[in-house]
Every structure is written in C-alpha cells, then in structure tokens.
C-alpha cells in the first residue's frame, strides 16, 4: 500500500470522491441531495473559539496554563463553585469515564449517601490532598490540574423516585442505523469524568472515587483517553484524532456568548429541578478503522471530513478559521466540499443545532489477532441533548462519508449536576 504524500493536492479529482459517494449511495440509500447549499448558521465564523480558545478558568481556579502557556504538575482546579469543573475548561491531555450503577433497591437515601461521599473524596482529591479512607494520600499530592465532574443517568431518577422531575431529553439516545452498540458500554446511573494533566494523577482519583463508592455504586464500565501530549501547553479545544485529523476547530463559544448552549438555565429559562447551572453531556464510544482507513489516499480523507489534514482548514480555505465555502464546485461541477462530508452534515441546520466537543482519542490493547482497538470517546456537553445533538447525529447517521471508517459501539446520556457551594453537597438540590 502506498503512504499517502501530504504534499498530495487534488482536490479537483473527481476519482476518489465520486467512488466514495457512489459506495455510500449504494451502501445506504442516502440524501446526500438534501443538504443545503450555503449554510448561514455555520459558526465557522461565528463560534470560533477566542484566540485563547474562548475558554474562561473558573474563578477561584488556579491558572491551567500560564500567559506562557506553562503548567505546573502543582496546579490545582477549584471544586466549588455554581458550576462543576470539567465541562468548559480546557481538558487536560489525560482522562477516564467511568460508568457506574446504583446497587438493586437503590433509595434517594442511598444517592444522598453516594453524594456526600464524593462531595467529600473529589473536593480533598482535587484539593491535592486524599480522601479520608486514601492509604496513598501521597499520590494525591501531585494534582496535576485534576477535575471530577459527575453526572447522573435515567436510573438514578428512578432510583431516587424522582421519575417525574426526569428532563424528557435524560434517556438513551433513539437507536440509529450506524449504531453498532456492544454490550460492554450500556447506558449507567452515574457517570465520572476524571480530567488531569498527568495519567497518575486520573488513575489515583478514579480508584479512589469507584472504591469509595462502593457498596452505593459499582463501577460497570472504564473508558480511558487521551489529547495532546504534556509538552503541547497551548490552551484550546483542538487536537489531533487517531486520523490524523484536527477535531474541535468549530465550537460554541465558552466564555460567555454561548453560554445557554452548554449550561441548563444559561439563559434564564426555566430549568428541570435541580439541574439549573449543570448541563448534559453525551459519550459514545467510537471505534475508528485504522486498517481500512489506512487505504484510503489523502484525497478521499480530506474529502471524508472536508479539511485538509494539515491544518484543518475547509478544503476551500487556507486557515482553520476559514469559513468554507459551500458553493465552491471544481472544473466538472462537483461540490468541493462534499455534500456526504462529515463537516457539512455536522453544520448546524438551526442555530441551536451546536454542541461543545471534549472528545479523547483511545488506544486499547487489540483483541487477539487484531492490530488496533482505536477510536474516539465522543464527549459532548449542551444544554438539551434531543434538541441540539440529536437533529446532527441523525444527519451523521444518514449520510456521513466518515461513516465508511467509523462505528458507534457504545452511547450514555447524563445530566450534570450543577456545582456544589461551599458547605453545599452535589446534587443537594435535586435530592431535596
Ligand atoms: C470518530 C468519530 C468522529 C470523528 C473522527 C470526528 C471528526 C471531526 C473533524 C475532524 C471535524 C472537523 C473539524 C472541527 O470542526 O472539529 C469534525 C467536525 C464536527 N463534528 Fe465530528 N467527528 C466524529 C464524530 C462526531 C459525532 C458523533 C458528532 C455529533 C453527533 C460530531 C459532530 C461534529 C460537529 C458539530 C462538527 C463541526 C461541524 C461544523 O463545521 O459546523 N462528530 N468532526
């Protein structure tokens, strides 16, 4: 097979891209006609990140990067606060997810429990001290801009009887036709995201949290990701995919404008019971095919995505901020970008259609006889899920030409709690 020349420029080629859109046409019947020619909503141009990335530190928070753009493994991040850590901040490079399930005959008492137990353990944890029960407080020392976020599932609803004050949109996503999903990532009551700079620092703070839960959540599943290497200190949301790709150049803005996107009750609207301030976040796991994925040339994947690998820029552009240019046809009249393009069928149809993207790259020891078990734990926060995620995945799931490479084995919908105040514990006011 031959290696892909990143000098390779023809995106004027009808070969590859008309091969890619005939299989996809076969394979599913798609509209591909249906997307619409210029999409005004793109926040291309209107949501880019801020030169910094548009990412605010929580107050009180300690700085996660420098005006050099320098972190120290002694950097802490704030617990308290309106709002939990780990939704809006820069993610660190190192990260787990980890689902867990109430234990069966579960009570509200039993989630009041869960909670002040880990009010306690994560405000010690990311305070660089350990928990009370810790017998290796010392690997709590180095925090490493460590944050936990938690979130809960339809089950701990039900568990709590609180069913009627379940937001409509807190359930398993509608099945898709892509979707391929494996026992082994189901939908749980609970979710923890561990975030931190250093992997020793999320491995401490993960053990502790699932060991102090224990018997009033048992942990069922862990998904572990990574970003950015350590030394790459630049603050933002953008990295490179196991593609190769430049993945979250287009994001809601999170220091303020975009606000009601991401946080429940930003914009003053009513809020489901105790969620005001939380948000929801969606993970699906998403296994990338590295061996097929290898036998595409550089061409049909800038096609697949509609950027360019180096950079990310819109094919029709030279920047990543370029806003792409969805007229643009090449000398036979084909498209540039792709109707079939990730990019274009990801656009916002509606203005609300926006998410915030935190996603991390994995790469598990492969199964016996397989080379690779790589992909992407899709992470995404808003606001209302039906109503901003679900209208995009379902045009994903219709027509995506990064669907040839990509297949959804696991998905989860939580809602995050709002933050915990000083004396306050987390979900206290859902609980109440
Ligand atoms: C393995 C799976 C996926 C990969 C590798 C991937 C990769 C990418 C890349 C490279 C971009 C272009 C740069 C950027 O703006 O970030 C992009 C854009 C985007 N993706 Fe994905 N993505 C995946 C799955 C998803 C899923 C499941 C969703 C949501 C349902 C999604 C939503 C978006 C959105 C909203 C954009 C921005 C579109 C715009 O330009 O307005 N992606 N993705």
Redesign the pocket.
């Known amino acids: 097979m031959a290696r892909p020349d990143p000098s390779e420029q023809h995106r004027s080629a009808p070969g590859r891209r008309a091969v890619l859109r005939t299989g996809l046409l076969a394979a599913g019947g798609l509209g591909v006609a249906t997307v619409a020619a210029t ?1 005004p909503t ?3 141009s209107a949501g880019l990140p801020a030169p910094d990335g548009g990412l605010a530190e929580r107050p009180g928070s300690s700085p996660g990067t420098g005006a050099s753009g320098t972190r120290s493994a002694g950097d802490t991040v704030a617990f308290r606060g309106a709002r939990q850590a780990g939704v809006v901040d820069a993610p660190q490079p190192f990260a787990s997810f980890v689902g867990l399930d109430l234990p069966p005959g579960a009570t509200r008492e039993t989630c009041a429990r869960l909670m002040r137990v880990w009010t306690d353990d994560i405000e010690r944890l990311m305070a660089a001290r350990g928990p009370l029960t810790d017998l290796e407080p010392e690997l709590a020392a180095v925090p490493s801009r460590l944050s936990v976020t938690v979130a809960v599932g339809p089950g701990f609803y039900d568990a709590a009887g609180l069913a009627a004050d379940r937001p409509a949109w807190l359930a398993p996503l509608p099945s898709l036709p892509i979707d391929r999903f494996t026992d082994d990532w189901p939908q749980t009551d609970l979710l923890l995201q561990v975030r931190a700079d250093s992997p020793v620092a999320v491995a401490h703070a993960q053990r502790r949290l699932v060991v102090g839960a224990d018997p009033l959540a048992v942990q069922r599943w862990v998904q572990r990701g990574f970003r950015e290497p350590l030394t790459d200190t630049r603050p933002g949301l ?1 990295f490179r ?1 196991q ?1 190769g ?7 809601p803005r999170v220091d303020g404008p975009d606000d009601p996107l991401v946080w429940i009750g930003g914009d003053g609207a009513p809020a489901p019971k105790g969620l005001r301030d939380g948000s929801s976040v ?1 993970v ?1 796991r ?1 296994a ?1 095919n590295l061996e097929t994925w290898d036998e595409a040339d550089r061409t049909a994947r800038e096609n697949a ?3 360019t690998l180096s950079t ?1 820029a819109p094919v029709t552009g030279e920047r ?1 901020s370029d806003p ?1 240019d969805l007229l643009a046809t090449d000398g036979l009249g084909f498209p540039v970008i792709d109707a079939a393009s ?3 069928r ?3 149809a509606e203005p609300h259609e ?2 915030l ?1 935190q ?1 991390y790259s994995y790469d598990d020891a492969p199964a016996p006889g397989a080379r690779t078990n790589t ?2 734990v ?1 992470v ?1 926060f808003q606001a209302d899920p039906v109503r901003q ?1 679900l209208p ?2 379902r045009r ?1 799931a219709e027509a995506d030409l ?1 669907n040839i490479w ?1 297949t ?1 084995i696991g998905s989860g919908v939580y809602a995050v709690l709002p933050g915990a105040q000083p004396g306050e514990v987390l979900g206290a006011a859902l609980l109440a």
């Open positions: 999409s793109s926040p291309s953008v995919n593609f790709q430049v993945d979250g150049t287009v994001q969606v699906r998403i990338m995505v509609g950027r990310g990543a792409p990730h990019m274009r990801a656009m916002p926006r998410i993207r996603p992909g992407l899709f995404s995620f995009l995945q994903l990064m990509t959804p």
